[in-house]
Structures are given as structure tokens and as C-alpha cells.
């Protein structure tokens, strides 16, 4: 069983970086991929980065390449998302999952458990 419990969302001026946690309490987190995936208001929820069971395959949508950074500490169950250089368009919240697959997928469809979300707003 995993659990996912995200961390470290805010409010931040654009410019600014926060850094987000999903953390497992279970005892399997090394036989998944984490992604996080964002959802505004009024929208889409959308893929955000990806990373996979041993933290060698990593992919991000192309907005956020170059200012999200994803990591992952696997002696700690836990994955980060490092966000920098926010802008206004990152409002959302923010929802770490697990997927069996490999290879650290895109589509939510392959995610198996989510977490409850952290919102992060952007101020300009």
C-alpha cells in the first residue's frame, strides 16, 4: 500500500521558488514512478515532471523544463520537486502520484495512488 502526503506548498511572489515533498509511509515506494501533476481552477489537470523507481529516467512538460527540478531520496521515500523561477501560470495545486510502470510516465491514466495536494498561488 502506498500513501502520499505532499508538503511544502505557499504563496510565493513571482520570481520566487518553493520546494515541494511527497513522502510514502509505506514500504514500497521504490517499486513505483512518482509524478506530480497541477490542476488551476477552471482547467485541466496537467502533467507536470516525472521520475522513475530509481531516479535514472526523469521528463517534464516543456513549460516547466530549465525552472521545476524533480529528485527523489529513496532511503527516505521521499520525492521533491524544487520550483524556481515561478510565475503566475504555475497557480494550482499541486498532486504527487505512484505509478507500477516504469519509466516515469506522462499519463495520469498509468498512476495508481495519489496524494490529498499542496497549493502553491504565484502572486505578480
Known amino acids: 500500500q502506498v500513501h502520499l502526503v505532499e508538503s511544502g506548498g505557499g504563496l510565493v511572489q513571482a520570481g520566487g521558488s518553493l520546494r515541494l515533498s511527497c513522502t510514502d509511509s509505506?514500504?514500497?515506494?521504490?517499486?513505483?514512478?512518482i509524478g506530480w501533476f497541477r490542476q488551476a481552477p477552471g482547467k485541466e489537470r496537467e502533467f507536470v515532471a516525472s521520475i522513475g523507481k530509481t531516479g535514472n529516467i526523469i521528463t517534464h512538460t516543456p513549460s516547466v523544463k530549465g525552472r521545476f527540478t524533480i529528485s527523489r531520496d529513496n532511503a527516505k521515500n521521499t520525492v521533491i520537486l524544487q520550483l524556481n523561477s515561478l510565475i503566475p501560470e504555475d497557480t494550482a495545486v499541486y498532486y504527487c502520484?505512484?505509478?507500477?510502470?516504469?519509466?516515469?510516465?506522462?499519463?495520469?491514466?498509468?498512476?495508481?495512488?495519489w496524494g490529498q495536494g499542496a497549493q502553491v498561488t504565484v502572486s505578480s
Open positions: 502520484a505512484a505509478a507500477p510502470a516504469g519509466g516515469a510516465p506522462q499519463e495520469a491514466t498509468l498512476y495508481r495512488y
Open positions: 509505506g514500504r514500497t515506494f521504490t517499486m513505483y514512478s
